[in-house]
C-alpha cells in the first residue's frame, strides 16, 4: 500500500505561480512512476503531467512550457505551475504507480481572472 499527501493549492490569480507537493509513503520501493491529473468542474479526470524514477517526463499539450514535473528521492513529486490561466481552475490529483495506481485526495487550485 502507498499513501499520498498533497499540499499546495489554493486561490491566485490569473499569470501567477503554484508549486504542489505528493509525497508517498507506505510501499514507495515498488515507485514506478508519479505525476498529476485534474478534473474541473463538469469535465473528465485529464492528464497534467507524469515522470518515471528515471527522470522520464510527459506533459499535456495545454500545460507544456507552463508547468514543471519534478520528483525527489523518488517518493516526492512537484509540480510548479507558472502563468496561470482560468481553465487551470481543477482539482489537482497525485497518483502514484507500483503494480497498481493510487491517488491522493485532491487539492483545489483556482485561478481568478
Known amino acids: 500500500q502507498v499513501q499520498l499527501v498533497e499540499s499546495g493549492g489554493g486561490l491566485v490569480q490569473t499569470g501567477d505561480s503554484l508549486r504542489l507537493s505528493c509525497a508517498a509513503s507506505g510501499a514507495i520501493f515498488n515507485i514506478r512512476s508519479m505525476g498529476w491529473y485534474r478534473q474541473a468542474p463538469g469535465k473528465k479526470r485529464e492528464l497534467v503531467a507524469v515522470?518515471?524514477?528515471?527522470?522520464?517526463t510527459n506533459y499535456a499539450d495545454s500545460v507544456k512550457d507552463r508547468f514543471t514535473i519534478s520528483m525527489f528521492n523518488k517518493n516526492t513529486v512537484y509540480l510548479q505551475m507558472n502563468s496561470l490561466k482560468s481553465e487551470d481552475t481543477a482539482v489537482y490529483y497525485c497518483?502514484?504507480?507500483?503494480?497498481?495506481?493510487?491517488w491522493g485526495q485532491g487539492t483545489q487550485v483556482t485561478v481568478s481572472s
Open positions: 515522470i518515471t524514477i528515471s527522470g522520464n
Open positions: 497518483i502514484t504507480k507500483t503494480f497498481q495506481s493510487y
